[in-house]
């Protein structure tokens, strides 16, 4: 409850308080009232109380006011609003003891104006005036006191105190019952609820962070997953509940971009006390930090330009950087960054990037997407290049005309330097006349060592960038076989998170018998350890598929070998055998992806065959074979997860895009359905894609197959099977005979200097007759260099190779098997 009667008639809130006025009141009085009027009528705003009290800067000549009010501590009363200079000139403190002698708690306790002067007892040490009224409240408990500090010689006057009155039940005036809403905030405001996280804010605030009004869920969480993750420390510091002390908030930050560098926000708050059941709530702008430059020191910039950089990976992020930082607090009309290479200057950004916003020279140099600077035709350059330190030419230098039309009303040149070297030069340019101050020259010469450096780590990291793909290409097969009835693509694209070589790889592995096998897999992580592991994990599954085992076998022993190594990394593997001759295929999932069909009609299918655990993580693992039937026109798609999972989406989501995007595709041209699926990928992880399409084959071979018992007529029964076999194949005599002779060299071969079962296969296929005879023996045939009249044996590879137009050895499960192909003519 207020006493006094210099506060009997101030009492009321609002219209009543700052209504007409009284009779005979100051023109100074009657324009307070006027502008108070307008501050407390009318939505509540974020700043309402600020800027209630700057009006006593303005009409009472105060150097600075404050409002304390009681805080969560009940025996405090904190800061909670001020205007005009630091409190720390006058020695005032940010809290008092409400039990205290201090004249904030005086008032509090009382309800009645103090003044105090120089030399008062009580005063603090200096040369000013203090007073202290009591704010309108709801009961003794809950009243605020308004502070007023004044260095005139004679203080505060009575209508100083009338204004000063006239503020404090302004200040007390009654705030809305309620958190704004979007639509009652200005452009640049929010209002953020302490205890639930929500927030409510204008729509300048929601463009700066690329949302639209009907994106945006009203969670500050949403608004902070979009900043630059070293900056949350200090926005938690803010918004988080435990850090709700008196006092303004006031800090920049940097929020991501869809293009280009993250910006660079400021943020201005307050935290508002709750009453009546409502949260606290901290209530402020957020801005543009580039457009304040008036409140942007040089030291400031330097130090953002530095943050930037610090997080600027490749050349085009230094650049980009650079423009962000220099541009529009310089207000310049150009800027430009170019890489020194040799004796050439290479143009890295140019903004505006517009040809015709640069001279003459310059565009007849436009090559590409960037021209090359004509340093030539610029000594200048080359000069300022030589000498190595910043030259700053203002409007009306004589400069070559490349160089003058950059910057007709100012042109600053600043060579990058790194190390003992120059890495490049920044070209700004301004069209009205700049006048260079000693303070941004300082700024220009720095902005310059911190861009040089860090050129020169983007150039390494660049470089270094394209090592790590060169060496990840070269453990990936380096072209695809043409296949019997179908075609297959591959596709593989690195993270551009860092410069650590991936563990993804792929593989197509051409088997016997027209049957193909398709590999996808992935090491865990992304470094040396996991591309070694790859590569020998590539080499093992084809070396075992090669064997002719089924595709559990060759995925169990690939996962023993990945287990005896005893490394700490494990990884993933989808094999597909495809039989080309019957259109069927056998896959084999370990912890991997199962593979996508596309039928020929755009439906697509996600096989649902149980999978077995990643390689080399169980010694003893099963691997269940799952069977997929493919008709022409079939795709088989298979991928790692950096294609389908990211943190915007699992992987389910993403294998059903991916069978979306498969159905819509068009399968005729199968590179360019890789390259359209891969155009969304999120690179944060290495990304493998593998596709097949089954197109079935014309023409199909005719095949027989005979066991060779060992008998004593073991070979003339081989013989009789393969002379029935070519008779019912139509082969003519002469070449029947030729056959003949290789099968029985091959066959005897096989029963004299193997043990075991032998098995002859036949195979017909465009006019060419293939003899395959298998054994249980791994040694190759080896061709003898000379024989001599008396020798028994050894003859028999000689009329192999002799006979037939090709011949070989190939290992087999368990074994080897020698073959040979003959011309033939049908009758």
């Known amino acids: 409850m207020r006493t006094g009667a210099a506060h009997a008639s101030h009492t009321r809130c609002n219209t009543d308080v700052v209504s007409e006025g009284a009779e005979g009141r100051r023109t100074g009085t009657l324009r307070a009232e006027d502008a108070l009027k307008a501050l407390t009528s009318g939505p509540g705003s974020p700043d309402r109380v600020r800027r209630v009290l700057e009006q006593a800067l303005v009409f009472a000549s105060a150097a600075f006011v404050a409002v304390y009010a009681p805080g969560e501590d009940a025996d405090l009363l904190c800061l909670g609003e001020s205007a005009g200079v630091p409190r720390t000139l006058f020695g005032l403190r940010e809290t008092y003891a409400r039990t205290g002698t201090s004249p904030v708690a005086a008032t509090h306790r009382s309800g009645s104006p103090v003044s105090l002067g120089p030399g008062d007892a009580g005063a603090q040490p200096g040369d000013f005036f203090l007073t202290v009224l009591p704010v309108p409240g709801d009961g003794d408990g809950g009243r605020a006191c308004l502070l007023a500090v004044s260095e005139r010689a004679d203080g505060f006057d009575p209508e100083d105190r009338k204004r000063l009155e006239l503020i404090a039940d302004a200040v007390g005036c009654p705030a809305p019952a309620r958190p704004p809403e979007d639509g009652e905030l200005p452009a640049d405001a929010f209002s953020l609820a302490m205890d639930s996280g929500r927030i409510a804010v204008g729509d300048d605030i929601l463009e700066l962070f690329a949302l639209t009004r009907a994106e945006f869920d009203g969670k500050v969480e949403t608004l902070l997953g979009l900043t630059v993750p070293e900056d949350l420390p200090s926005l938690m510091s803010v918004v988080e509940t435990d850090h709700t002390a008196p006092g303004d908030r006031d800090l920049e930050f940097r929020v991501l971009q869809p293009s280009g560098p993250p910006m660079w926000l400021r943020l201005r708050g307050r935290p508002v006390p709750g009453g009546d059941g409502q949260p606290a709530r901290l209530e402020g702008t957020v801005a543009d930090a580039s457009t304040l430059r008036s409140d942007v020191t040089d030291v400031a910039r330097v130090q953002r330009l530095a943050a930037m950089l610090a997080t600027a990976g490749t050349v085009r992020d230094v650049s980009q950087a650079v423009v962000a930082a220099l541009r529009k607090p310089l207000q310049a009309e150009r800027i430009a960054l170019a890489e020194l290479e040799g004796d050439r200057l290479v143009v890295t950004v140019l903004d505006p990037p517009e040809p015709e916003s640069w001279p003459e020279l310059w565009r007849l140099e436009w090559r590409s997407e960037w021209p090359d600077a004509p340093v030539r035709a610029m000594p200048t350059l080359a000069a300022a290049l030589r000498e190595g330190r910043a030259h700053i030419w203002p409007a009306g230098t004589p400069l070559e005309p490349a160089l003058a039309d950059v910057g007709p009303g100012g042109l600053a040149v600043l060579p990058l330097p790194a190390g003992n070297r120059m890495a490049g030069a920044c070209l700004i ?194 691997f269940p074979i799952g069977v997929l039937r493919l008709q022409p026109g079939t795709v088989v798609a298979l991928t790692t997860d950096g294609l389908v999972e990211s943190a915007q989406a699992d992987i389910d989501d993403g294998l059903d895009r991916l069978a979306h995007e498969l159905s819509l595709a068009d399968p005729a041209r199968l590179g360019q359905v890789a390259d359209a699926l891969l155009g969304n990928a999120h690179r944060s992880d290495d990304v493998a894609l593998l596709l097949l399409r089954y197109d079935g ?131």
Request: hydrophobic share 40%; proline share 7%; aromatic share 6%.
């Open 697 to 827: 084959m014309a023409l199909r071979p005719r095949r027989e197959s005979w066991t060779v018992w060992r008998v004593p007529e073991a070979v003339g029964h081989t013989r009789r099977f393969t002379r029935r076999t070519l008779r019912a194949w139509s082969v003519s005599r002469d070449d029947a005979d030729t056959v003949l002779l290789i099968v029985s060299e091959l066959v005897t071969n096989a029963l004299v200097h193997t043990d075991g079962q032998v098995r002859l296969d036949l195979t017909l296929l465009d006019n060419r007759v293939r003899v395959s005879v298998a054994d249980s023996s791994p040694r190759t045939p080896v061709k003898p260099t000379s024989i001599g009249w008396e020798a028994t044996g050894g003859r028999g590879i000689l009329l192999v190779e002799a006979m037939s137009d090709i011949w070989g050895t190939v290992p087999v499960s368990g074994g080897k098997q020698v073959w040979a192909e003959v011309p033939i003519s049908l009758l």
């Open 429 to 622: 340019g301004w069209d009205t006349p700049h006048d260079f101050g000693p303070d941004e020259r300082a700024l220009l010469t720095a902005s310059a060592g911190l861009a040089g450096q860090a050129l020169m780590r983007a150039h390494a990291f660049d470089a270094e960038h394209e090592l790590v793909g060169m060496l990840q290409r070269q453990l990936l097969p380096r072209r695809l076989p043409k296949l019997p009835g179908a075609v297959a693509v591959a596709r593989y694209l690195p993270t551009t998170a860092g410069l650590e070589v991936g563990g993804d790889w792929y593989d197509v592995i051409p088997l016997p018998d027209n049957h193909v096998a398709l590999v996808i897999g992935d090491v865990q992580g992304h470094s040396a350890a996991a591309a070694t592991l790859m590569g020998q994990m590539r080499t093992a599954l084809r070396a075992y598929a090669v064997e002719g085992h089924p595709p559990d076998v060759v995925v169990s022993h690939a996962n023993r070998l990945l287990v005896d190594l005893e490394t700490d990394l494990f990884a993933t593997c989808c094999y597909v055998d495809v039989d080309m001759e019957e259109g069927s295929a056998w896959y084999v999932r370990a912890g991997h992806l199962p593979p996508v069909l596309r039928h020929p009609d755009g439906s697509t299918h996600l096989p649902d065959a149980e999978g077995g655990p990643p390689l080399g993580v169980v010694a003893q693992a099963d």
